[in-house]
Nanobody, 125 residues
Framework: QVQLVESGGGLVQAGDSLRLSCAAS????????MGWFRQAPGKEREFVGS????????YYQDSVKGRFTISRDNAKNTVYLQMKSLKPEDAAVYYC??????????????????WGPGTQVTVSS
């Protein structure tokens, strides 16, 4: 079992950048495909993007393509979400998730095995 903890959230202005981190403990992160999700108030949790176990394949939701980048450092047991050109509609609690198996195109929350508690991102206009 792996434990995940997100960090790096905060309050930014529209157009700013922010990098979130997801640190893993308990098991080596290299065993898992990783993903980022977000949930805004009153909305369902939605898929943001994913990265394969070795970092070779990434997959993103259309609304963040070209603005968000997921990377991972398996030696540090950490996954990152670099967000640029943030918009007010990006404001949400951001969650990282881990999955045993392939992750490309896996966007349903029920298909992911482990979750962090989330970190809040607020974007002011």
């Amino acid at each position: 079992q792996v434990q995940l903890v997100e960090s790096g959230g905060g309050l930014v202005q529209a157009g700013d950048s922010l990098r979130l981190s997801c640190a893993a403990s308990g098991r080596t992160l290299s065993s898992y495909g990783m993903g980022w999700f977000r949930q805004a108030p009153g909305k369902e949790r939605e898929f943001v993007g994913s990265i394969s176990t070795n970092g070779g394949v990434t997959y993103y939701q259309d609304s963040v393509k070209g603005r968000f980048t997921i990377s991972r450092d398996n030696a540090k047991n950490t996954v990152y979400l670099q967000m640029k050109s943030l918009k007010p509609e990006d404001a949400a609690v951001y969650y990282c998730a881990a999955r045993n198996g392939l992750v490309t195109g896996v966007t349903s929350t029920s298909s992911w095995d482990y979750w962090g508690p989330g970190t809040q991102v607020t974007v002011s206009s």
